[in-house]
């Protein structure tokens, strides 16, 4: 039965969403995989979609799928760039990865709106401002 099943527990792997300017002076959003444990993790896989109401109308975007293979011990990877317009919608990240030969997931998710500079935070390991849920 499910209720006897106990996936492990995913503790200190964040994504964080960051803005970058370019040289040419655009501005750009970036997603990120930190890994914030002392071992690498492996496998790594990342799911990701957008999904909620804009004008009035539902809104999905295409599930995108990024395999980063191994993110070292205290490292990050970049997952995607993130157009700005979606911000007004749910963004969903579920991310899959192994440890020591044991599966773990989990599914961040940044809500509408709370990708905006008042809730930035210095993202460690990666050392730039930006929002993240670890």
Same mark, same amino acid.
Request: hydrophobic share 40%; aromatic share 12%.
């Given at each position: 039965?499910?209720?006897?099943?106990?996936?492990?527990?995913?503790?200190?792997?964040?994504?964080?969403?960051?803005?970058?300017?370019?040289?040419?002076?655009?501005?750009?959003?970036?997603?990120?995989?930190?890994?914030?444990? @002392?071992?690498?993790?492996? =496998?790594?896989?990342?799911?990701?979609?957008? $999904?909620?109401? &804009?004008?009035?109308? #539902?809104? +999905?975007?295409?599930?995108?799928?990024?395999?980063?293979?191994?993110?070292?011990?205290?490292?990050?990877?970049?997952?995607?760039?993130?157009?700005? @317009?979606?911000?007004?919608? =749910?963004?969903?990240?579920?991310?899959?990865? $192994?440890?020591? &030969?044991?599966?773990? #997931?989990? +599914?961040?998710?940044?809500?509408?709106?709370?990708?905006?500079?008042?809730?930035?935070?210095?993202?460690?390991?990666?050392?730039?401002?930006?929002?993240?849920?670890?």
């Amino acid at each position: 039965m499910q209720k006897d099943i106990h996936p492990p527990k995913v503790e200190d792997i964040g994504v964080a969403i960051v803005k970058e300017e370019i040289p040419d002076g655009e501005i750009l959003w970036y997603a990120y995989l930190v890994n914030f444990k @002392d071992v690498p993790i492996e =496998g790594v896989l990342v799911s990701t979609r957008g $999904y909620g109401i &804009k004008n009035g109308e #539902d809104v +999905k975007t295409s599930v995108l799928r990024h395999f980063l293979d191994v993110i070292k011990a205290k490292s990050f990877a970049k997952i995607e760039p993130l157009p700005e @317009d979606l911000f007004s919608i =749910g963004n969903e990240f579920w991310v899959s990865f $192994y440890q020591n &030969k044991i599966m773990y #997931d989990k +599914k961040y998710v940044f809500v509408a709106e709370s990708i905006r500079e008042e809730n930035f935070t210095l993202v460690p390991i990666l050392n730039k401002r930006g929002v993240m849920i670890k």
